[in-house]
């Protein structure tokens, strides 16, 4: 924990003195995304997008595997886990510090084990199981 905690701060640091900011790009696995309109679902889309977004400047890449789009129908932690896993692998073994968009805790967990570095949850722990 500790030594994914140290690269995310090193990298904030190095994106801080660098540019001021540290920029957040987003790959949405999803098929009703409502940022891309699913265009990332498949994995080799999902693959070029991670190449795309780090050549762009990207410090940090968020993976998402369920719409968070008001009136989104939940997703379950296996479909999430189909969708986002092989991404976060892809992103980890490019040096992307990565942050996975669920509010799951097995897909956090999952994710965590395959190299991400942070959760974002949109639902603001509303399973606290996620803390």
Known sequence: MTRR????????????SRRGVALMGICNVTPD???????YLGADAARARVDELLAEGADFV???????????????AREQLGR?????RYAAERGACV???????????????????????????RDVQLA
Request: hydrophobic content about 40%.
């Open 33 to 39: 995304s409502f940022s891309d309109g699913g265009r």
């Open 62 to 76: 968020d993976v998402g595997g369920e719409s968070t789009r008001p009136g989104a129908a939940p997703v379950p």
């Open 5 to 16: 905690l140290d690269g995310f701060r090193l990298v904030l640091e190095r994106a801080r």
């Open 84 to 88: 986002v896993l092989e991404v976060v």
């Open 99 to 125: 942050s996975v968009d669920t509010t799951s805790p097995a897909v956090a967990a999952a994710c965590l084990d395959a190299g991400a570095s942070a959760v974002n949850d949109v639902s603001c722990l």
